[in-house]
């Protein structure tokens, strides 16, 4: 089966730093995605993780652990306009005529507060 | 300029009224896919092409179609809408090649049954 969990809600000051984490059962791995997703709008894109360790872009990293089915995701420097649920994904079965599925979670309602 | 243009982005629908869902993307991409997100919950795969090659997920209720008639273009058919199926219905693309491939998400449409 697949289950990936990530906290239901979070809180951060701007201006600090926040860890969003997520835990992952998929019956295969692919890669892990880290989306955004703002209230009424589509999800869009932020990292990709395949191999472990930590990708860097900007404000926003996000670490893997493939032996311990973990990722987080690290924003600094928190802005207002990051408040926003975090959706984190996991690229799994390979779904037949070379396609793979995107398994998410329920997200993590982050609001930041002044 | 948008990529993954959806329409309507509101739609409206009685009780057991067909209704059909559009979705147009300009990065050519080979993968097209339609997911259901109610509120709080995580999107939701319904079904995807691999070029003309359509996937059902197997829990998807037969009341859902969708059609693919050329690369840039998906449509999602509701024959019967329940109150059920109020919901969030997110179109995204992909490339699939050996990697990472990224799927990048229309705004989607928000579809209330009546």
């Known amino acids: 089966g697949q289950n990936i969990d990530q906290p239901t809600e979070m809180t951060a000051t701007e201006g600090a730093i926040v860890q969003i984490n997520c835990t992952y059962q998929?019956?295969?791995?692919?890669?892990l995605f880290w989306y955004q997703q703002h209230a009424g709008e589509a999800p869009t894109f932020l990292s990709y993780n395949v191999l472990d360790g930590l990708e860097e872009k900007g404000r926003f990293s996000s670490f893997l652990s493939r032996s311990k089915g973990y990722s987080y995701l690290l924003l600094k420097e928190l802005q207002m306009k990051d408040s926003a649920s975090y959706l984190c994904a996991v690229r799994d079965a390979y779904s037949g005529a070379g396609s793979y599925q995107l398994t998410f979670g329920k997200g993590t309602k982050l609001s930041v507060i002044p | 300029d948008a990529m993954v243009i959806q329409n309507p982005r509101y739609q409206v629908t009685q009780f057991g009224k067909p209704v059909t869902l559009s979705c147009s993307q300009t990065?050519?991409?080979?993968?097209m896919y339609w997911y259901q997100q109610k509120s709080s919950q995580a999107p939701k795969l319904l079904f995807h092409y691999y070029d003309k090659d359509f996937n059902n997920e197997a829990d998807t209720p037969d009341n859902f179609q969708s059609r693919r008639p050329n690369t840039s273009f998906c449509f999602l058919d509701i024959r019967s809408p329940g109150l059920g199926d109020t919901a969030m219905y997110l179109c995204?693309?992909?490339?699939?090649?050996?990697?990472?491939?990224?799927?990048?998400f229309g705004p989607g449409t928000r579809l209330l049954v009546l």
């Open positions: 998929t019956s295969g791995f692919n890669g």
């Open positions: 990065l050519n991409h080979n993968v």
């Open positions: 995204a693309t992909s490339r699939e090649r050996q990697g990472k491939a990224t799927q990048y």
